[in-house]
């Protein structure tokens, strides 16, 4: 099992509309992970790719759920997060 570190994404805008428009969904998934996925929205005419499109028209549930992540971490901290650290 790889482990992943998330890259910081802050003024990468040009960087974003590339992966949208080249379909990379692991970096797409990265955004949303990182709790940006808002950048993503509205993005849906970039690509002709089904999958991004796909990927892309789920972003506000994703969203919704990585909010609740970041909540509980915010509240519960390290002992929330525990058992889910693999590396």
Not at 3 to 10: D, E, K, L, P, Q
């Amino acid at each position: 099992m790889k482990c992943v570190f998330f890259a910081a994404i802050s003024g990468q805008g040009a960087a974003i509309r590339q992966w949208v428009k080249n379909g990379d969904l692991e970096r797409l998934e990265n955004v949303v992970l990182e709790g940006q996925g808002a950048r993503l929205l509205g993005l849906m005419d970039s690509t002709a790719d089904s999958k991004v499109k796909t990927f892309l028209r789920s972003i506000p549930g994703y969203m919704a759920k990585v909010d609740l992540i970041h909540d509980a971490g915010k509240k519960e901290g390290k002992k929330v997060f525990h058992p889910f650290i693999l590396c």
